[in-house]
């Protein structure tokens, strides 16, 4: 019985001794093994979770479109890098128009300049739609279009061109010749444009209290629209008028196509040496302002005039009914809102 007991006892202190042994020798063996949480593998040997993370925090961010907002804290901490960086100073302020008087405060303390700088080219490819496969080839050389961030540059537009951004989605221009002639033809249809922006309101408001003056028929129809290929009415307008038109512009196209083929190294398109007022500045940083102020009033003149044919098509109405506040006393345009039902 003393026997029975003594190797019952034995047995039992063997087996807890075994049992303690096993499971101190476990979290011994699991600090050089690997261990796998959640399908994530983290070894001994490797960089701690923690270095990693705090190793892709030291790099800084391309944030080209702005996706990040100013109160950020990777935009505090100054991990965001925006292609601007690299051909803007901080704090300019770009101003064409001359906007701000010459006795502001930003125009003193040096921020105002005249024009935006010339487009850098930069390698880095900007492809914020994802449109790059992971293992697609980029060519370093990539120059970035920078009125698309997402498409590259066009050859030909190399920013030599006031108001030149790399637009031309379509491929156009092919050469440098083509590039001269799309500019001359845009120019031009800019020109006609603002012109014609002034003119078809303008018309619109006074033809009828002239008409009456000169004892004639208005030429704008009951809605005050005026003659066009989407309103009708042209057949209205003297042939003569037409004449007149067609004479003026081949006398102005002749006269430019002799310009531009004479070989006068000042030429540029659209320089037809036309400034009866004196208006062109003698500088070099004057001429640039006043081109670019040019190019875009003209680019945003043919969009207006496409509107307004488009607008009074559709809506059977003038544009100055439309939008009575542009071209009407205030009292008189709130008057003309209510009586069309906006304002009630």
């Given at each position: 019985?003393?026997?029975?007991?003594?190797?019952?006892?034995?047995?039992?202190?063997?087996?807890?001794?075994?049992?303690?042994?096993?499971?101190?020798i476990?979290?011994?063996?699991?600090?050089?093994?690997?261990?796998?949480?959640?399908?994530?593998?983290?070894?001994?040997?490797?960089?701690?979770l923690?270095?990693?993370?705090?190793?892709?925090?030291?790099?800084?961010?391309?944030d080209?479109?702005?996706?990040?907002?100013?109160?950020?804290?990777?935009?505090?901490?100054?991990?965001?890098?925006?292609?601007?960086?690299?051909?803007?100073e901080?704090?300019?302020?770009?101003?064409?128009?001359?906007?701000?008087?010459?006795?502001?405060?930003?125009?003193?303390?040096?921020?105002?300049?005249?024009?935006?700088?010339?487009?850098?080219?930069?390698?880095?490819?900007?492809?914020?739609?994802?449109?790059?496969?992971?293992?697609?080839?980029?060519?370093?050389?990539?120059?970035?279009?920078?009125?698309?961030?997402?498409?590259?540059?066009?050859?030909?537009?190399?920013?030599?061109?006031?108001?030149?951004?790399?637009?031309?989605?379509?491929?156009?221009?092919?050469?440098?010749?083509?590039?001269?002639?799309?500019?001359?033809?845009?120019?031009?249809?800019?020109?006609?444009?603002?012109?014609?922006?002034?003119?078809?309101?303008?018309?619109?408001?006074?033809?009828?209290?002239?008409?009456?003056?000169?004892?004639?028929?208005?030429?704008?129809?009951?809605?005050?629209?005026?003659?066009?290929?989407?309103?009708?009415?042209?057949?209205?307008?003297?042939?003569?008028?037409?004449?007149?038109?067609?004479?003026?512009?081949?006398a102005?196209?002749?006269?430019?196509?002799?310009?531009?083929?004479?070989?006068?190294?000042?030429?540029f398109?659209?320089n037809?040496?036309?400034?009866?007022?004196?208006?062109?500045?003698?500088?070099?940083?004057?001429?640039?302002?006043?081109?670019l102020?040019?190019?875009?009033?003209?680019?945003?003149?043919?969009?207006?005039?496409?509107?307004?044919?488009?607008?009074?098509?559709?809506?059977?109405?003038?544009?100055?009914?439309?939008?009575?506040l542009?071209?009407?006393?205030?009292?008189?345009?709130?008057?003309?809102?209510?009586?069309?039902?906006?304002?009630?």
């Amino acid at each position: 019985m003393h026997l029975y007991l003594s190797t019952l006892l034995t047995s039992t202190v063997a087996v807890t001794v075994t049992s303690f042994q096993m499971t101190s020798i476990t979290p011994i063996r699991t600090k050089s093994s690997s261990i796998r949480m959640s399908d994530i593998v983290a070894d001994s040997t490797s960089p701690s979770l923690d270095a990693q993370v705090a190793s892709s925090k030291s790099r800084p961010i391309q944030d080209p479109m702005g996706l990040y907002s100013y109160n950020t804290e990777e935009r505090r901490n100054g991990m965001i890098q925006s292609i601007q960086t690299a051909v803007s100073e901080p704090n300019t302020i770009y101003d064409p128009m001359n906007l701000y008087p010459i006795g502001s405060n930003e125009r003193t303390s040096g921020l105002i300049q005249d024009y935006e700088p010339q487009v850098m080219a930069s390698n880095a490819v900007i492809d914020p739609l994802g449109l790059y496969n992971s293992d697609a080839p980029i060519d370093d050389h990539t120059i970035m279009s920078q009125a698309l961030p997402f498409a590259s540059r066009p050859a030909m537009l190399t920013g030599e061109l006031t108001g030149d951004a790399g637009f031309d989605p379509l491929g156009f221009a092919t050469s440098q010749a083509d590039l001269m002639n799309y500019r001359e033809a845009e120019i031009k249809h800019a020109r006609l444009a603002m012109l014609a922006a002034a003119g078809w309101p303008l018309s619109e408001i006074v033809d009828k209290k002239i008409a009456l003056a000169l004892h004639l028929a208005p030429l704008v129809d009951a809605a005050d629209r005026v003659p066009s290929v989407l309103n009708g009415g042209l057949e209205k307008v003297n042939p003569f008028y037409w004449m007149a038109c067609l004479g003026a512009a081949a006398a102005v196209e002749f006269y430019g196509i002799h310009k531009s083929k004479a070989g006068d190294e000042a030429y540029f398109p659209g320089n037809l040496g036309f400034d009866p007022l004196g208006l062109y500045p003698e500088d070099e940083e004057g001429q640039r302002r006043m081109q670019l102020a040019e190019i875009k009033n003209g680019r945003l003149a043919m969009f207006s005039i496409f509107g307004f044919a488009i607008q009074e098509f559709v809506f059977k109405s003038a544009v100055i009914h439309e939008t009575p506040l542009f071209f009407y006393p205030l009292a008189q345009s709130f008057k003309m809102y209510a009586d069309n039902g906006f304002v009630h």
